[in-house]
């Protein structure tokens, strides 16, 4: 059976995306009064799943398309004002690059495919306890995911210095990989990078290094490719050794030095 699915692909400047998660009580036409209300509000419904709560409560959970102009907040407080209505959270795809697909599934301009994140999470357990210099390849591997993105991103809409770090954050949070803050300096290129609930530290369990490092060879990929410079990142603090977070430091790689030997944790000036 095909379904629809989304995900990024695509930008429309004049539109964008607003997704909704409403919790509304179960009576007869609770969701018709739902989809009629949104109808008159010019907010076209791109996708939509029910999910069922309790035997009185759902919740709804929708993708629109909205014009520039209306104000997803103040729809969202409409929306809630229902009479079936209990409660409504909203975000926004600020790049419009949701799109609707059939089999295959497409990411970022090639297929790509779901997985549990305990299965990367052993493959990467796997290369760790038996690969010699495995965070090498895992830094390599990220790094040809993170280049591919950013070339992706650039052939579809306008990067520059104010999206570049909101582009990437969107990706990671609308593929499950992570909720990031970034501050980089497009001069210096200097910054750090935090990931909330990282996919890989969530599930990986403890232990006495950082574990995230084909996140930060994805990070470098991408950084790498936007600014044109040779960009290292390394992860110096991770969840699994008992943070709150995980941290990436974000530097300019010495241009001696390639970007997979950039160990975990050390610094460029302590490279040899």
């Given at each position: 059976m095909v379904k629809d699915l989304f995900m990024f692909a695509g930008f429309n400047e004049n539109s964008q995306i607003v997704w909704f998660k409403i919790i509304y009580s179960k009576k007869p036409g609770s969701l018709s009064l739902i989809t009629d209300f949104l109808e008159k509000e010019n907010a076209f419904i791109m996708f939509g799943h029910?999910?069922?709560?309790?035997?009185?409560?759902?919740?709804?959970?929708?993708?629109t398309e909205l014009n520039e102009n209306i104000n997803p907040e103040d729809l969202a407080q409409r929306i809630e004002s229902i009479e079936?209505?209990?409660?409504?959270?909203?975000?926004i795809s600020r790049y419009g690059m949701i799109y609707s697909v059939d089999f295959p599934l497409n990411v970022i301009?090639?297929?790509?495919?779901?997985?549990?994140?305990?299965?990367?999470?052993?493959?990467?357990?796997?290369?760790?306890?038996?690969?010699?210099?495995?965070?090498?390849?895992?830094t390599v591997s990220g790094l040809k995911g993170g280049i591919h993105a950013a070339k992706y991103f650039k052939s579809i809409m306008p990067i520059n210095d104010s999206n570049y770090a909101s582009v990437l954050a969107e990706l990671y949070r609308a593929v499950g990989w992570?909720?990031?803050?970034i501050e980089c300096d497009p001069k210096t290129y200097e910054g750090k990078i935090i990931v909330k609930d990282s996919f890989i530290a969530d599930v990986y369990g403890?232990?006495?290094?950082?574990?995230?490092?084909?996140?930060?060879?994805?990070?470098?990929?991408?950084?790498?490719?936007?600014?044109?410079?040779?960009?290292?990142?390394?992860?110096?603090?991770?969840?699994?050794?008992g943070k709150k977070i995980c941290e990436h430091v974000i530097s300019l790689a010495p241009s001696s030095v390639s970007q997979e030997y950039q160990l975990r944790g050390i610094h460029s000036d302590q490279t040899t």
């Open positions: 029910l999910d069922n709560i309790t035997q009185k409560s759902g919740e709804y959970l929708i993708y079936v209505v209990s409660e409504v959270d909203y975000g301009g090639v297929r790509g495919v779901m997985a549990r994140a305990l299965t990367i999470v052993d493959i990467i357990k796997t290369l760790n306890q038996s690969v010699p210099h495995a965070e090498g390849l895992l992570g909720i990031l803050e403890s232990a006495d290094q950082p574990v995230c490092t084909f996140m930060s060879g994805y990070f470098a990929g991408y950084l790498t490719d936007y600014f044109g410079k040779n960009i290292s990142v390394r992860e110096i603090s991770c969840k699994v050794t």
